[in-house]
């Protein structure tokens, strides 16, 4: 989903798995957005993490599952980030059903797709969250923007449609404003219960 804080996220999820002893390695991609590359490559070298990466407007497939390949080799995760896109663009929603359909040719993978809303987004976050999981299964959810205003009832309700969990949330502006999502923490922010 555009602008939701894909690229943070993966960011911040490599920041989390490397401090828990975890090797990472990121794939970008993300080959559709001007500058995400870059972006991607900026975080990976501010935290000290491989990235797999092609030119602008490659195969964002291959890039995945190249990024798989190095990672299976290093037994590290692999942390892909993919274009922003809206469930009624229908090129980009087969692209995303392409990447899970050629990493799922490698038994040895076993593939987690976690769908990243922003938590400002309201409603249109339940609208989303359910239009995804037609063309790709979700596995869990990121709750990224919390540090503002919102309180990601949306996102909470997705989850409760979808029947996933939501992962982790995002809380401010650095890196290690990331944390796995506790629910009576958010019933606290929440509720001030």
């Known amino acids: 989903i555009n602008g939701a804080g894909k690229t943070t996220s993966v960011a911040r ?25 870059d972006q991607l490559q900026l975080w990976a070298d501010k935290l000290g993490i491989v990235c797999v990466k092609a030119d602008y407007k490659s195969d964002p497939a291959s890039v995945i599952f190249e990024g798989w390949q190095k990672a299976k080799a290093q037994n590290a995760v692999l942390i892909a980030d993919t274009a922003g896109r809206l469930h009624t663009q229908s090129p980009l929603m087969e692209q995303l059903s392409k990447i899970v359909r050629v990493l799922q ?42 540090d503002g205003s919102s309180k990601g009832g949306a996102v909470i309700s997705s989850s409760l449609e979808l029947q996933v969990p939501i992962q982790f949330v995002g809380v401010g502006e650095k890196e290690s404003d990331f944390v796995p999502f506790e629910v009576d923490s ?8």
């Not at 593939?111 to 976050?125: E, S």
């Not at 609208?127 to 790709?136: C, G």
């Not at 958010?186 to 219960?193: A, E, R, V, W």
């Open 186 to 193: 958010f019933l606290h922010s929440f509720y001030g219960i």
């Open 105 to 146: 040719k490698d038994p040895a993978l076993v593939l987690q797709n976690l769908l990243v809303l922003d938590g400002t987004n309201g409603q249109n976050a339940l609208i989303q969250s359910k239009e995804f999981s037609k063309d790709i299964p979700i596995d869990g959810l990121i709750m990224t923007k919390l």
């Open 13 to 37: 999820l490599g920041h989390y798995l490397k401090s828990q002893g975890r090797n990472v390695v990121f794939a970008a991609g993300d080959t559709f957005r001007a500058g995400a590359i």
